[in-house]
Nanobody, 116 residues
Framework: QVQFVESGGGVVQPGGSLTLSCAASGVSISTRYMAWYRQDPGKQRERVAF???????NYVDNVKGRFTISRDIEKNSVHLQMNNLNPEDTAVYYCNFLGVSDTASWGPGTQVTVSL
């Protein structure tokens, strides 16, 4: 059974940084495109970044230059380094396969709150 457990969220001030982690089990992340998503209450879940099987990253425009996705194949984990956070980044963050639907199985997510 595939499972993802996200961690690392918290409350930070604008301009602050956080690093999120996603521990994967039941699948080898090196064989799949992995992505980070986020969802604010009342809004649709959106993808913010993904990393390919070759390790190539891809970002949505509004996080480019601020977020960095990476993976640790030995630890079977995916990470999201987030710098220069702003209030619009406030959301619950999830990791999952790239392109997965909302009806798929999701982990608990980790809350990121950017506030003064």
């Amino acid at each position: 059974q595939v499972q993802f457990v996200e961690s690392g969220g918290g409350v930070v001030q604008p301009g602050g940084s956080l690093t999120l982690s996603c521990a994967a089990s039941g699948v080898s992340i090196s064989t799949r495109y992995m992505a980070w998503y986020r969802q604010d209450p009342g809004k649709q879940r959106e993808r913010v970044a993904f990393i390919g099987t070759g390790g190539n990253p891809n970002y949505v425009d509004n996080v480019k230059g601020r977020f960095t996705i990476s993976r640790d194949i030995e630890k079977n984990s995916v990470h999201l380094q987030m710098n220069n956070l702003n209030p619009e980044d406030t959301a619950v963050y999830y990791c999952n396969f790239l392109g997965v639907s909302d009806t798929a199985s999701w982990g608990p997510g980790t809350q990121v709150t950017v506030s003064l």
